[in-house]
Nanobody, 115 residues
Framework: QVQLVESGGGLVQAGGSLTLSCAAS????????MGWYRQAPGKQRELVAT???????NYADSVKGRFTISRDNAKKLVYLQMNSLKPEDTGVYYC?????????WGQGTQVTVSS
């Protein structure tokens, strides 16, 4: 069983930065495929970035060059460094883990970018 807990959300002005963290429990973290998703009000949840156990990264086009996903397997943490934030980045950000056929989600953390 894997539990995920996000933190680091908040209110920031456009152009600012935030770093989200996702803390995981369980002994298999190092082999878990991890990702960040977000959901804006009235919209579907969308992929933001993913990182494999070998730290290969993938980003949504809308965040390329501005966001960086990383992981620390020893600390069982996944980070999302967000720079040059835009109002359209506003939403609830969720951490997701995938191991085999199972997926795990955190409870989400709110990010609000004011113009």
């Amino acid at each position: 069983q894997v539990q995920l807990v996000e933190s680091g959300g908040g209110l920031v002005q456009a152009g600012g930065s935030l770093t989200l963290s996702c803390a995981a429990s369980g002994s298999l973290f190092s082999i878990i495929f991890m990702g960040w998703y977000r959901q804006a009000p009235g919209k579907q949840r969308e992929l933001v970035a993913t990182i494999t156990s070998g730290s290969s990264r993938n980003y949504a086009d809308s965040v390329k060059g501005r966001f960086t996903i990383s992981r620390d397997n020893a600390k069982k943490l996944v980070y999302l460094q967000m720079n040059s934030l835009k109002p359209e980045d506003t939403g609830v950000y969720y951490c997701r883990g995938e191991l085999g056929l199972r997926e795990y989600w955190g409870q989400g953390t709110q990010v609000t970018v004011s113009s």
